[in-house]
């Protein structure tokens, strides 16, 4: 039973799972984002132009976010294999 042993993390699993969910938001706002505002008064053309690159943005930054707390669990897993070792 591995939630009774803390060996092995289980955050990692939710991290990637949260980065899939954040994907799809982040798209899926995008996009909502461009239809909504093309169909207001405030219509900026602009805006179509930019959409693209800001979610292409906000997707990198995710990425990013996400990767740093891997890497937190990481470093951890590989500090305890150090104090295991030594």
């Known amino acids: 039973m591995f939630l009774f042993r803390f ?3 289980i955050a990692p699993i939710f991290i990637r799972i949260i980065y899939y969910i954040g994907l799809v938001a982040i798209v899926v706002g995008g996009i909502g984002g461009v239809i ?4 207001t008064v405030y219509f900026e053309p602009a805006m179509l132009i930019a959409a693209p ?3 292409i943005f906000a997707v990198f930054l995710w990425r990013f976010m996400t990767e740093a707390w891997l ?3 990481e470093i951890n897993d590989r500090l305890g294999k150090l104090v295991d070792r030594g």
């Open 71 to 73: 890497v937190i669990f």
């Open 36 to 39: 909504y505002q093309s169909s």
């Open 53 to 55: 690159f800001a979610i």
């Open 7 to 9: 060996k092995t993390f």
